[in-house]
């Protein structure tokens, strides 16, 4: 029989353990303390081997991607639920003067615009800095207004804003375009070699023509004058050997 010092200490143990037990759960968030739970039922009741539960979390980073818009309508601030209100709360923060760049694509002709931060406005990133996301010139800037185009929950909008760019990154944004008219002009240019090298052609064919009739017409001439030169020999002949009759 256990004596009441042995019993006395396992009453002890387990208290101990079950406010060590409680004092985990306390600090563990809701979510936190659901995936324990299920994890211990399928550890000590589940007949399989234990398995890691994983729920879809939608994060406060996930609302913003998916709500956020470029430009806000009436409709979006009318809406009252509370994806819309953070998202609001975080465009609200945003700075709509001039735009940041992404041209990593310049040269097919995609390019990312986004608002600027407090902390770019703070370090003139965009008005007194080049506003291209990978550029850092002072010098050289000017202010453009760009009709951005783009597509946005399914729908394709334009918007005119401002973008303040060094010349070297000025002639990105006009990069697509102007190849296009210069392999345009290209194309032109190259029709109308074409077009002269044919003419020219035609003009070798028909003066290779002209040739050979002007040719053909002397040799002619030659024959009828050689006839007629023939005839006046004849009579020529003819009047200095006269025939018997004429005496």
Known sequence: MASSAAIRSEIYDREERKQQYQAHIRGLNAYERHKK????????????KPTEV?????????????????????????????????????????????????MSRYKTGQMGLRWRTEKEVMSG????????????????????????????AGEHKQALVKLVTCERCAEKLYYKRRKEGERSESKEKKKQKRKRNRSSSEDDTDEEERKKGKKSKSKL????????????????ME??????GDN
């Not at 729920?55 to 430009?71: A, C, M, N």
């Not at 994806?83 to 992404?102: M, P, S, T, W």
């Not at 990133?125 to 946005?152: D, R």
């Open 125 to 152: 990133k965009g008005q007194f800095m080049c506003g291209s996301k990978q550029c850092h010139e002072i010098e050289g800037l000017a202010s453009y207004e760009v009709n951005f185009s783009y597509h946005e």
């Open 54 to 102: 994983k729920l879809p979390v939608k994060t406060d980073h996930d609302t913003l991607r998916e709500g956020y818009r470029f430009i806000r309508s009436e409709e979006d601030d009318l809406n009252p639920s509370w994806e819309q209100r953070l998202v609001k709360r975080y465009y609200d923060k945003l700075f709509k003067e001039y735009c940041i760049a992404d």
């Open 221 to 236: 001439e030659g024959r009828e004058r050689e006839g007629k030169d023939d005839e006046n020999f004849d009579e020529f």
């Open 37 to 48: 739970f299920l994890k211990d039922y399928v550890r000590f009741y589940g007949k399989d």
């Open 239 to 244: 009047g200095m050997f006269p025939g018997k």
